[in-house]
Every structure is written in C-alpha cells, then in structure tokens.
C-alpha cells in the first residue's frame, strides 16, 4: 500500500516523483496522476505566455504625449529620429543641445527645459537610436559612435554645422559626448564645433563603473538575452530592474513617473533591443583610450555635475578618478540624497549648478 493517497496533493509531489519509481507496482497511477497534472499545466501556461509576450505597449500618459507631439522628426539612414526644439532668448544665438542616458530618453529633460529656454536661444533634445520615439531596428548593432553621427546629422539638418554648441550630457550621453569632443578636436569631417561640454553622472571610467545587476545579464547572456528582453514587465522594470536604486531613498519617482520611463522603453517594442544597445558597456571598455584620452586632453571648457549617492558610479571613487584626471574641469556634487539621475532628483540644483558653469566664460 503507498504512504500517501495515489492523488497526491501539489506539496507532494516531489514525493512521488523520486520515491514511487522504486514501488512501480504500488504507485504507477500515483506517478501518472502527477505528471498528467504537470502536463495540464503545462498546457495552459502555453497560451497565457504567449500573450503575455505580445502584452500591447501602455498608452502614452497626457504629458509624456505632449512631449511627443511637440517634437520632430528627421531620417538618418532610413530610421526616423525624434527630436524637440525649443526656442528662448531672443537676441542669443547660443544653441544648447542635450544627451539622454539608458534606458530613457529626451524626456530625461523635462524638469529644467523651461529653465533652460529661459537662457538659451535654441534648446534641442533627441531620443538616440533605439530610445524613446526613434525607431528601434533589430537586429541591429548599437554602438556609441552611430549614436554620434545621428547626432552630428541632427545638427546639419537644423542648418546648426557652423554654430558653436553648448552639450549637457548625462549617463550614455556622456560617452556619445566624449566621442562628438573627440571628433571636433581632431577636425573629423561633420563633426560638431563644440562651445562647452558638462557631464553628469555617467560610467566615463570603466573602473569605477558598476552596472546594475540586470545590464550586467543582458550584455553578456548571449542569446539567452532575448528571452530576458521579452520577459521584462513594469513590475520587473521599476522594482526588481534596480532601477528604484538608482535614484535616492527621498528622490524617487511617482509611480506616474516610473509608468513614463516604461511607456517610452516599451514604445516601438524597445525593450527587444535593452540587450544590444548595452553592449556600450564593452564598447566604453575597449575604446577607453579614446574616449577619456580626449577628455584629459581636450582644451573645450569642461563640468561635471554629480549626484553622489549614486551606486552606478559611486562616491567618493569615481569624483576622485574624475578630478585626478581632468584637472581643467569644474565640478559641482551636488546633495548628498541625489543618486544617478540628478536632473530629476534635483532639478533645481542642478539648473544652478549648469548655469554657474555656462556663465563662467
């Protein structure tokens, strides 16, 4: 007679699974009942995964719609790139032109835009290749210096090649930054004269460089990446994603927010390229000489504006780095609850802190 009734309830069926086979006289429906019930479910998990992975994208919320339908778009080699513009000063013809970071995009800007319209004659803001409202091709290999060109097509086609440009960066905007400075001063064909150049919290420094968990997985999973890309949900991307950690215990984003950095992941099946678009991770790595070569080097005005409690990029370790090796630099930390994203952790220190620098020359 078997231990257990031959309809084993879900807590025993490990039981069953390791135990009866050495009692198959005794127990053989007890076996078949289990894997018959394992089969079922099964069966049913099929469907409910399948439209899990073709969930439709969330709707665009009324403000992130406006940002959208307020912007522009141009081609660069057959892909549609969203920008905004924003005219300010009358009388100015300083020009300010802004890079977003991973996995966001222009919207990044929101905080300070009408602070900034306030001081310059032209503000500009696009989504990168494979962020925000641009297209998102796939397959297809994002690399840094792609996204400098779109850039540096962006500029030529607002008839912007013989304007000098003020650049704030931040996070993945840092690099395409530091390659756009590399190409103006070694005079490369299309590159952009740049005025200034102010960077925030960005991984400049591949050893002081400290991914999140998830990026980590998705550069380096090979083609298990896909299925990690499909599988990535609001819940996952706002809780389990790291992403809440990145942003300071007294900063963080409304859950209208969080929806908002989502909504524009999501859009154009975004979340499907996460894995190719960081490879710039290895790409900071292998071209390291480059990018902060022309940083130590460069005669272009330089700051830095940094959100200490960022574990990305940690204090006092990478501001240390930064310092020792751009010594021309200006540098402004700003409080110490701000983490990596401080143009919307503090977007009022961090407008003081920008304007200061661009004022100084």
């Known amino acids: 007679m078997c231990l257990y009734q031959c309809t084993p309830p879900l807590g025993n069926f490990f039981f069953y699974l390791f135990l009866t086979p050495f009692k198959p006289h005794e127990c053989g429906s007890a076996r078949r009942a289990s894997r018959e019930w394992w089969l079922y479910v099964a069966l049913l998990c099929v469907p409910l995964l399948a439209v899990y992975l ?15 339908t307020s912007g522009h778009f141009f081609t660069f080699r057959g892909n549609n790139i969203f920008y905004k513009e924003s005219f300010g000063v009358v009388g100015s013809s300083d020009v300010l032109l802004l890079l977003h970071g991973f996995p966001t995009s222009s919207y990044d800007w929101y905080k300070i835009w009408d602070s900034l319209t306030q001081r310059f004659n032209r503000v500009i803001a696009l989504d990168f290749l494979g962020f925000g409202f641009s297209h998102k091709p796939r397959p297809h290999r994002y690399s840094i210096f792609e996204q400098a060109s779109v850039v540096e097509a962006l500029v030529t086609h607002l008839g912007l090649s013989e304007q000098r440009i003020n650049i704030l960066s931040h996070d993945y905007g840092d690099t395409v930054a530091l390659e756009l400075l590399y190409r103006s001063d070694h005079n490369r064909s299309g590159h952009i004269t740049i005025n ?4 925030s919290n960005g991984g400049i420094f591949p050893e002081t460089h400290y991914p999140r968990f998830l990026q980590k997985v998705l550069k380096d999973s090979g083609f298990i990446s896909p299925v990690f890309t499909r599988l990535i949900n609001f819940q996952l991307f706002s809780r389990g994603c790291d992403l809440k950690d990145v942003f300071g215990p007294y900063t963080q984003p409304t859950e209208a927010e969080f929806w908002d950095m989502w909504t524009g992941i999501r859009f154009n ?12 991770i290895n790409q900071r790595l292998k071209h390291r000489e480059r990018w902060v070569g022309t940083l130590t080097s460069t005669s272009t005005p330089l700051h830095m504006i940094y959100g200490p409690l960022d574990p990305v990029n940690p204090h006092p370790e990478f501001i240390q780095l930064y310092q020792k090796l751009v010594q021309r630099s200006t540098v402004s930390v700003l409080d110490e609850h701000v983490s990596h994203y401080p143009q919307l952790e503090d977007p009022t220190g961090f407008f003081n802190a920008y304007l200061s620098f661009i004022n100084s020359f």
Do not use: E, K
């Open 269 to 280: 099946d975004g979340n499907l390229v996460m894995d190719s678009i960081l490879q710039y």
């Open 196 to 199: 200034s150049l102010c960077l």
């Open 54 to 68: 073709h969930i439709p994208p969330p709707q665009l919320s009324p403000a992130l719609n406006s940002w959208r």
